[in-house]
């Protein structure tokens, strides 16, 4: 099924560990972006993309890298967790970064860091 | 700059009930509107969306009508079902000349009872 995938559904690091969470679609869009939704704080945006090679950074960048090497790939990069980081993330792709379109979210990945 | 406001939650409602939620933005340009649902456990799925002032957007029994007027895009459902239970997001993404991204309100959990 067309779609936005994300790996894994659930983790659990230690503080200072680094992991990749994978985001993948099949759909041809152009605008991918990265958010987290904390409690009370509603979905925050870490990291987007317009396009294969081109990357930009949202409201809550700090802790966190990506890249975009193909249009379907756009993986999120944890370089040293820490429990801020506690969260569920959300990826979402949309055909072109144009107000008509809505966006589709993948299921999410619950990360927890102890 | 751009920002969702959405009334606070939770909702709680008998089955057929008439449901309301309320939302309004501040947009420097001429945004698109956006409803999305999130059942637990899942990610953001579009409900329904309106482009231009006055436009209704309507899905699964669900409204909402862009008012430039009172800048509002207030969700309402006739009769609610116990499977609406769910938190909606209301969200504005400026047209070109503006941001692109979207800006989301925090959300509004319905808990709708038998």
């Known amino acids: 099924n067309a779609g936005v995938t994300q790996t894994p559904k659930f983790q659990v690091l230690k503080t200072g560990q680094s992991m990749t969470l994978q985001c993948a679609q099949d759909m041809n869009h152009e605008y991918m972006s990265w958010y987290r939704q904390d409690p009370g704080m509603g979905l925050r945006l870490i990291h987007y993309s317009v396009g294969a090679g081109i990357t930009d950074q949202g409201e809550v960048p700090n802790g966190y890298n990506v890249s975009r090497s193909t249009t379907e790939d756009f993986p999120l990069r944890l370089l040293s967790a820490a429990p801020s980081q506690t969260s569920v993330y959300f990826c979402?792709?949309?055909?072109?970064?144009?107000?008509?379109?809505?966006?589709?979210f993948g299921s999410g990945t619950r990360l927890t860091v102890v | 700059g751009n920002s969702v406001t959405q009334m606070e939650g939770p909702v709680t409602l008998s089955e057929e009930a008439f449901l309301t939620i309320n939302c309004t933005y501040t947009a420097t340009g001429y945004p698109s509107l956006f409803w999305y649902v999130q059942y637990p456990g899942e990610g953001l799925q579009l409900l329904l969306k309106?482009?231009?002032?006055?436009d209704k957007g309507s899905n699964k029994g669900f409204e909402a009508t862009y008012r430039k007027e009172t800048t509002s895009f207030h969700l309402e459902k006739g009769s609610v079902q116990v499977s609406d239970s769910a938190v909606y997001f209301c969200a504005l993404s400026d047209r070109p000349g503006g941001s692109y991204i979207p800006t989301f309100g925090r959300g509004t959990s319905l808990i709708v009872h038998p």
């Open positions: 309106a482009t231009k002032a006055d």
């Open positions: 979402a792709s949309s055909y072109r970064i144009d107000s008509n379109y809505g966006y589709t």
